[in-house]
């Protein structure tokens, strides 16, 4: 989502292996990714939009599905476009009207009225709606609803119903609404929550699961089919999920007819405005022979299993940002490339890239199904910001929520970094894969590992991962724990693993839980099973935990022995040496004879091996494997040559790591002084920037 898309824009305004062994036992040599999903919902809308008033008139015929074994009593709706409102909704009394950098329009609001809603015998229930609030105490809050059914919904059983809704689009602000003559129409119709049986993510007895609205929290809803007829000024282009069936024209303008099958969610976009360009990704010219085999042999499958299918890349372009439509395409085939490679081929015939009116950048960086919005500044097309990698890494990261959001529908409300904090983990390997450096600006060079760990620091233990998305600190937080720690996360424990194992870990839970709904526990077993490891101390104190990760070389010393002195029993007697008889002792001078120290110590709460370098003149590293559970280590040596350093996890395998600086020591001050209180200048500019998002 859109926190991700704007972590290099941020920025720039600042400015101004080891692993285990796998059993053949534990590799699915024979998985298969499934081919269409359990339609649980099938959505048939009509709308239309009314440019002077900046509505929608909707009519919506929905067929639920009872997937349980439950009877069920009623319906949960998410009525999303209300969190505009008014400023008692929930949204706006967290967010205080802004978000992420968007200031909400004055008097600018939006709204969704249910007209009407009967069932298909034609009996009435729009009486029996009421709003809910499960998430708070908020009475005000209308952006969930339910409806008492006359009678139960058995399981497997179906129930229809035709829905009446008015819909009043906000000036954009998060995600949806207008600029202009620009709409970006997301969260728009009435839709159903998701009816969870018991056992279903850890729940205990079945129930609805239809959470409000909150100014970080996202979506979750169930797979289905969507057959969506948009009808706008003939002049406007439009893009939406799926693929365009039909364009005709009346006398209301000219209405769209979009479809898709095997997806849990639909937006479209209008402006007249939009230049389309099209760039086909093919699955022969993009991807060569050598790159997969190479994918097929790491993920242990055969070469056909990794085929890609050739999918339609249709850019919106305005046209101050034509000359950046390579930059967004090249993103896109990326993402369609190695996102496809490594979890499982995009199964859809289209990709739909939207670029946002100027002035509506709170409609960028936002992920639909088979629908994403990207998001760049004319600036980035001349020098010094060209080298900026903002238009690919924002289309790369939205398009990888297909993957991750999309195709494995985990609940965003509730652990929103199965899918923030898996993707942002893969939009970061393509990135380091395909560029050089993610930022290169006047001078300033960062790729993605260093942008990412600079936004991480000591004072981050706040929050968990873990935790629903409304509870954090602030949003700062939430940016940080679903995103930016998850990624750190991840490829820590790729690094503990080996890229072998990481990777059939993450293609075995995307086959797996493909057109499903997964929990952060699914996930935890098939990372235990895959690798042959019992890994929950490093998920219980990374994911559930709060506490850092920071290991510290506290000490590095090296004292001559002097010879021996003193009274001493030997062979031919009782010697007595003393100082004057040890400095005239030719074969001491000869040989000296250091004792030196290292001693190591865990500045955080969270346990993690790592490896140590000892360095001595003249020899060759000596390395120390430690389990890191205690709070220091002490390393003890005597030899013929002095200590020069020592480094904890030479290799910078540890991402999570808070504090690269503290992870090395040298003996006594080198040349290289300097160069290391820059960099620790630059540590505490990344906690500074670490604090101010953590606070705002």
Not at 250 to 275: C, M, S
Not at 663 to 691: I, P, Y
């Amino acid at each position: 989502m859109r926190v991700a898309a704007l972590r290099i824009n941020h920025f720039l305004i600042c400015l101004g292996s080891t692993g285990s062994v796998l059993s053949l036992a534990c590799l699915p040599l024979l998985a298969q990714l499934p081919e269409k999903a359990d339609q649980v919902v099938d959505y048939r809308i009509q709308v239309r939009l009314d440019p002077q008033k900046k509505q929608l008139e909707g009519h919506e015929k929905l067929i639920w599905r009872n997937p349980s074994s439950d009877s069920v009593n009623d319906l949960w709706f998410h009525l999303y476009l209300n969190a505009f409102k008014n400023t008692k909704s929930t949204f706006y009394r967290e967010s205080g009207g802004r978000l992420r950098g968007d200031v909400m329009g004055e008097d600018k609001w939006g709204w969704n009225d249910v007209t009407s809603l009967k069932l298909a015998d034609g009996t009435d229930l729009t009486k029996s709606i009421s709003f809910q609030h499960p998430d708070d105490d908020n009475a005000d809050d209308q952006t969930v609803f339910k409806v008492r059914l006359p009678k139960p919904v058995a399981p497997g059983q179906t129930v229809e119903l035709s829905i009446d809704f008015t819909a009043q689009l906000p000036q954009v602000f998060a995600r949806s609404g207008y600029r202009g003559d620009f709409y970006l129409v997301g969260q728009w119709f009435p839709k159903l929550g998701v009816y969870e049986s018991a056992g279903m993510r850890g729940r205990k007895q079945g129930g609805w699961n239809c959470h409000q609205y909150h100014a970080t929290s996202e979506f979750y809803a169930d797979y289905g089919h969507y057959w969506v007829e948009i009808t706008v000024p003939s002049n406007f282009v439009v893009g939406a999920t799926g693929r365009l069936r039909s364009r005709r024209e009346n006398k209301k303008g000219a209405i769209y007819l979009y479809e898709q099958e095997n997806v849990h969610d639909f937006a479209w976009t209008a402006d007249p405005r939009f230049i389309e360009v099209e760039r086909p990704f093919s699955a022969d010219r993009d991807v060569s022979p050598e790159e997969y085999r190479a994918v097929a042999q790491l993920l242990g499958r055969e070469e056909k299993q990794v085929r890609l299918s050739d999918v339609t890349v249709r850019l919106l372009m305005q046209p101050g940002h034509l000359s950046q439509a390579d930059r967004y395409a090249h993103g896109a085939q990326l993402a369609l490339k190695w996102f496809g490679l490594w979890y499982g081929r995009y199964p859809y015939s289209t990709l739909t890239v939207v670029d946002p009116a100027p002035g509506a950048s709170g409609a960028g960086g936002m992920e639909y199904p088979t629908f994403i919005t990207a998001g760049t500044s004319f600036l980035l097309s001349y020098w010094p910001f060209n080298k900026t990698r903002s238009p690919e890494f924002v289309t790369v990261h939205e398009a990888g929520h297909q993957w991750w959001y999309g195709l494995i529908g985990n609940n965003e409300f509730e652990e929103a970094w199965l899918d923030e904090g898996f993707n942002s983990y893969s939009t970061g390997k393509i990135m380091e894969r395909n560029f050089e450096t993610l930022i290169d600006f006047l001078g300033l060079r960062l790729g993605e590992i260093e942008f990412v760990r600079a936004q991480n620091g000591p004072f981050m233990k706040f929050d968990t991962i873990r935790k629903n998305s409304w509870s954090y600190l602030g949003s700062g937080n939430y940016a940080f724990y679903s995103y930016t720690k998850p990624e750190l996360a991840l490829r820590t424990l790729e690094n503990h693993l080996g890229e072998q194992t990481m990777a059939r870990i993450m293609r075995t839970y995307h086959e797996r839980w493909r057109y499903r709904h997964p929990s952060t526990d699914d996930f935890i077993q098939v990372a235990n099973e895959i690798s042959g490891q019992n890994l929950n101390w490093f998920f219980d104190q990374v994911v559930s935990g709060s506490d850092i990760l920071d290991y510290q070389v506290a000490q590095v010393s090296s004292e001559e022995i002097n010879v021996d002195r003193g009274v001493f029993d030997r062979t031919t007697g009782r010697v007595i040496v003393d100082r004057k008889a040890a400095e005239h002792d030719e074969k001491a001078q000869k040989e000296k004879v250091y004792d030196s120290t290292v001693i190591v110590r865990r500045l955080g709460e969270v346990v993690f091996p790592v490896s140590v370098l000892i360095q001595f003149e003249k020899e060759k590293p000596i390395f120390k494997q430690w389990d890191g559970r205690d709070r220091w280590v002490r390393y003890k040596f005597t030899g013929p040559h002095p200590l020069q350093y020592a480094q904890i996890d030479p290799e910078h395998k540890v991402f999570l790591d808070v504090d690269w600086i503290n992870n090395s020591l040298r003996r006594e001050g080198t040349s290289k002084a300097s160069a290391k209180w820059a960099a620790r200048v630059l540590f505490w500019m990344q906690n500074l920037l670490a604090l101010l998002s953590a606070i705002s």
